[in-house]
């Protein structure tokens, strides 16, 4: 990521960006720490969204990552996505620091009762949320992101009714139909522990907005978005 702020304007990393013509880009997820001086949080929490505004005006669709260790970061959350009305899907990584239950636990809250705050429903992008799975309650939406079988997949195991057994394959071989097979089997898995009911209706309802996080709208239809 620091790569990223540094060289994304005179290498032309945001122009690459669009070029792919993603459906969604999450913004930056620059870290905040609890030991370092209060402007450091303030200031990747403003460079997040400085590459969100960057992002958008490439006429990308921007899921904001949501992050903050004070009651005054989420009150500022709160804040935004309130003048943002449009913004309906939001991101929050569990690999790091939430991935243990405590502090996972913690930004949970938050994230519900930023949810209950606005009074609307969101789309929970979950970053390695599986750990989190049946406490990711309270969302009209959730989409679990993990890299897992992918990575188990590079090391050739395969995931079955009794967990990850090793898988060789021959030298040379392509690897995609047991790539296929894991995420398969590890999305049954997930959806085997379906967590509780939404508070804003039923999972299925979930609408995103024709605008889809545009965090600036008024930039006019995307070329990529609604067709």
């Known amino acids: 990521l620091e790569r990223y702020w540094r060289a994304r304007h005179h290498r032309s990393l945001i122009e690459g960006i669009a070029s792919a013509r993603p459906a969604h880009v999450i913004a ?3 870290s905040l720490f609890r ?3 209060r402007f450091d ?3 990747n929490i403003k460079r997040s969204l400085i590459c969100a505004e960057e992002l958008s005006n490439a006429r990308l669709s921007v899921i904001p990552y949501i992050a903050g260790i004070t009651a005054h970061d989420w009150q500022r959350w709160a ?3 309130t003048e943002h009305e449009h913004i309906t899907m939001i991101c ?12 996972g636990d913690w930004h949970i809250q938050r994230l519900d ?3 209950q705050r606005l009074g609307r429903p969101l789309h929970l992008i979950a970053m390695a949320g599986r750990r989190h799975y049946r406490r990711l309650r309270g969302f009209a939406g ?3 992101i993990d890299s897992v079988p992918f990575m188990r997949t590079m090391h050739r195991r395969q995931l079955s009714a009794n967990g990850w057994q090793d898988a060789p394959t021959p030298e040379g071989a392509p690897l995609n139909d047991l790539l296929a097979h894991n995420i398969a089997v590890y999305n049954s898995h997930i959806h085997q522990s379906q967590p509780p009911a939404p508070r804003f209706g ?3 309802a979930t609408i995103i907005d024709p605008r889809q996080l545009f965090l600036w709208p008024d930039h006019g239809p995307s070329m990529y978005i609604g067709a």
Do not use: H
């Open 142 to 144: 959730l989409t679990i």
């Open 92 to 103: 929050k990584e569990f690999q790091t620091g939430g991935r243990t239950q405590t502090v």
């Open 35 to 37: 030991s370092v001086p």
């Open 113 to 115: 009762e930023l949810q």
């Open 202 to 204: 039923p999972r299925a």
């Open 28 to 30: 930056p997820n620059f």
């Open 41 to 43: 949080n303030l200031a």
């Open 79 to 81: 804040d935004f996505l």
